[in-house]
């Protein structure tokens, strides 16, 4: 599997990742209605940072955004986030992302945050601690399952 940056001809397939993912309305609090045009301005990171995708030769198996947390007094603390396609879970995608956010982060940030880790996602949550983040906080309830089940956001932490 290679990781690179993200290229404009990678967009179709990234799209059609998003799209499942942000429809699942499992993981992540983005509306399931998302426009491609939409997804686009949010997914792909200006500098200073990066969006990448993970291959497996012209195939994107997952895509991930990196860059700082929030502007000025907090641009020292970086943020990622993760998609991997259904058909690639278990195989390593999503680990190889976040190892390769973290090194991306380690040149020039002092830590990395997630903002809202759905409770519920305990494969990537469970994967986060195994690479040392800690959850720091949960909001209660924040994030509404499909099924109408309501699960807490976690906000996980770690030093680089």
Do not use: C
Not at 2 to 20: C, G, K, M, N, Y
Not at 46 to 73: C, E, F, M
Not at 83 to 107: I, K, N, P
């Amino acid at each position: 599997m290679l990781i690179r940056e993200f290229t404009d001809a990678d967009w179709p397939q990234v799209w059609s990742i998003v799209r499942e993912v942000v429809v699942a309305a499992d993981t992540f609090v983005y509306d399931p209605g998302l426009t491609e045009e939409s997804a686009r301005a949010m997914w792909v990171e200006a500098p200073p940072g990066v969006t990448v995708v993970a291959l497996d030769g012209d195939r994107v198996l997952g895509t991930a955004k990196i860059g700082p947390n929030k502007p000025g007094p907090g641009a020292h603390v970086a943020t990622a986030s993760f998609m991997v396609s259904a058909d690639a879970r278990g195989r390593g995608v999503g680990r190889a992302m976040v190892e390769y956010a973290l090194d991306w982060a380690r040149q020039g940030y002092a830590a990395m945050q997630f903002n809202a880790v759905a409770e519920s996602n305990t494969w990537a949550v469970e994967l986060y601690r195994r690479l040392g983040f800690t959850v720091i906080g949960t909001v209660p309830e924040a994030f509404a399952l499909p099924d109408g089940k309501r699960v807490g956001l976690h906000i996980m932490h770690r030093f680089l």
